[in-house]
């Protein structure tokens, strides 16, 4: 690795958080997750601990049949714009779909949330999931995912021509000669594509950051290669840390063979943490969680993942290795994720529910306040990530557990910052601004 | 009118003022106008008035060429977001566009700042003007009035629907029964129509006013019809009480036979003030602002408004009568302007500049708080509106100047709230929760 790197760690909030039994603990903030002011506790929090931002994912279907908390009540836009104003530093990163956006509006929002936050915004461009979603927008169903994927490129250059329409001093306020604005810094885009037809220029002067940051979380082939060509930061999945650094060799040679500079991009694998001052109290804390789950749903879902019936099976007791894998004929992700998991952590029944509620396949670790930096250390000396992107199982407890507990220590092996370094999220991770 | 009427007051918030040479003052906020701590300000003075509501309008292009400071630097939901987390108990209005926005984007992004705020959300439908506009948005030019107006309509249908897709207590949060939603509460829309598709439910559980406030500001035949069906306020425009009475009486008489009462739909014409402890002071504003102006420009535009040729008039010496309107061959509505104001007004020539570069043919009232206060209460109590969409010529001064003169004279005559009768939007216009 070239030069002294830094960890980046941003907070994926996640209603009340990540563990999708999160909600039923007695503590839980199920109630406020349709209030702003909860939210702005949130981003407050993660700025005391200095994290580069706070990450919201993004829906546009809801099923009311679901038990968790995992809907997307309030619009991150509007969400993140007030909670722009509850803080100062910290960045604000938002998903947004290049399947039911259309460029302007969304170059137009992020801009202006840009100028609102004082230049801390992130996009994490997505194609989206759901047929459900693609209904409320006008669709029969989503596009094929090599058409979402070619939408979302144009996308992305839709977008960075728009926030490039304004050179910086557009706006001149001449008052003596009567110019308000420069329009030779001002210009239109004229962009004539497949997917977009786009004149412009934007509305928005240019932005505080040029350019707001690029986001992406792509795993398949097509994702990971629009990553390589416009991702500044790349939310990954990786179990382990083999996984990790197998993802990240691979993203950073596509990286180079796009002409980019792979130390520029920062690549954050989502992970979920158990933190207590002893290993017993972070057990606990996992236990607790996992407790809450609704066990019969959960096992009938393991048995869909595995091919296997748990029916009857003794929750508290250990979880036999999958038959390889070769064996299985249903998708392969999945079942490979849960061998791993009981592999790695020979967790009892229950335990595996625990760690597919909470992350699914995404690292987790468990412990002290040592013991998690040691692991965090590790992945991030073996060069597997650049940080992470954090899912706390529950909100707000996990994430003061982290700021409070964690984040002191990985400050002490110099590992972390301890206060901004400028005001932007571009300065945070240690990006040019455009 | 049945029933004690309040009059209803909205700032009409737009760049540094409504005066189109607002900006050249030396004391103008022309380099805040992309700063969303300005527009906070802005309505927080509004708020202190005891006003119903800020208004803003949009637009989806910028000219470069502009000198005016009217561009759309700030998106308005993002601004209001911000604003809504500065301010307590006002109202927050903004236009939206039925011809760019999916209503799925809007009813979302609307009824999330109506949780965040609290409840008080008005959303002013429009159907776009411009074909710079559209080509930002994918179209070659706008589709024509009538196809524009049918989308609106079935827009504001879809909104709707949408917004009433979840009941009160949709979130029930039962930890014991394991249900977080309560999905009897929860129905999908299943829209299918000549525009939109849209399945719902919504992602956004039911917001506090229940359906935010519909506001429309159409003046034509279509717009008319549009508001009578759906309008819950009407932004219009009225140089004189007649005219104002004329809209009025004939907006009533459509809205009664659509079905609905008129004492239901707050009617606001848009009210430019310049206001001083005396004449003279209020007369000085107008005066510093119009000798701002860019004269030649002016004239030439006036020149294109009546046919008549103002090259070398004295700017300080009165403008006579036009020809009579017979012999205009022109667009008649901007004709009638120029003549009523030069037949009700006699002004100089850079006076009749001044009046169109501020608000066009909107009412325009000048004096002292208490002559200002008698204006706004003979429309009101001639029926002529339910109170005004104010469109200060420079902001922050005249916004202050009515806030702090013309309010407390209006409080002292019983025609205006000196506190907010409750939390919502609904509630300052006297709505009900729908």
């Known amino acids: ?87 100062e530093r910290i960045g604000l990163v938002t998903t947004v779909s290049a399947s039911f956006f259309t460029p302007f509006h969304a170059a137009r929002m992020l801009a202006s949330l840009d100028h609102i936050s004082g230049g801390r915004v992130g996009a994490n ?43 910086d001093g557009g706006v001149l306020v001449d008052r003596t000669g009567g110019r308000f604005l420069d329009s030779d810094a001002i210009r239109p885009i004229r962009h004539r594509g497949k997917h977009f037809r786009v004149d412009g220029p934007l509305t928005v002067p240019r932005c505080p950051q040029g350019r707001p940051v690029l986001f992406q979380a792509g795993a398949s082939e097509t994702g990971r290669n629009l990553a390589a060509r416009h991702a500044e930061a790349v939310y990954s999945v990786a179990w382990d840390i083999t996984a990790a650094l197998e993802y990240a060799t691979d993203l950073r040679a596509r990286i180079a063979a796009a002409g980019r500079d792979p130390g520029t991009v920062a690549i954050l694998p989502g992970l979920v943490t158990y933190v207590g001052r002893s290993e017993e109290e972070a057990w606990a804390k996992k236990t607790e969680l996992d407790a809450l789950l609704d066990v019969d749903a959960a096992i009938t879902q393991l048995g869909v993942f595995t091919g296997q019936d748990y029916t009857g099976h003794d929750l508290d007791a250990p979880v036999d290795d999958l038959p390889p894998i070769e064996e299985f004929t249903g998708p ?37 306040p040592e013991s998690v930096a040691d692991s965090i250390e590790e992945w991030f000396a073996a060069g597997a990530c650049d940080g992470f992107n954090l899912m706390c199982p529950a909100y707000p ?38």
Chains 1, 2 share one sequence.
Not at 139 to 151: G, K, Q, W
Not at 338 to 353: A, F, H, S, Y
């Open 125 to 167: 461009i997505v194609t989206s999931m759901f047929d459900e979603e693609a209904r409320n927008h006008g669709f029969d169903a989503l596009p094929p995912h090599t058409e979402r994927y070619a939408r979302a490129e144009e996308f992305i250059e839709v977008l960075c021509a728009l926030w490039d329409s304004w050179d």
């Open 332 to 368: 392969q992700g999945r079942y490979a994720t849960v061998q791993r998991i009981i592999e790695t952590r020979r967790p009892t029944l229950r335990g595996l529910l625990g760690y597919l509620a909470a992350g699914g396949g995404h690292a987790t670790m468990i412990g002290t």
């Open 1 to 87: 690795m070239p030069g002294p790197r830094t960890l980046h760690l941003n907070a994926f909030l996640y209603g009340v958080g990540h563990h999708s039994a999160a909600w039923r603990h007695p503590d839980s903030a199920a109630e406020r997750i349709g209030d702003i002011t909860y939210f702005e506790e949130l981003a407050r929090t993660a700025e005391r601990g200095c994290l580069d931002a706070v990450f919201f994912a993004d829906g546009h279907s809801v099923n009311p049949k679901y038990t968790a908390g995992t809907t997307w009540f309030l619009e991150p836009l509007t969400a993140l714009s007030a909670m722009a104003r509850a803080t």
């Open 397 to 434: 407890d996990s994430l003061d557990d982290f700021v409070d507990l964690v984040v002191p220590e990985l400050q002490r092996r110099g590992l972390f910052r301890t206060e901004y370094p400028g005001s932007t999220l571009r300065d945070s991770l240690g990006l040019k601004t455009v």
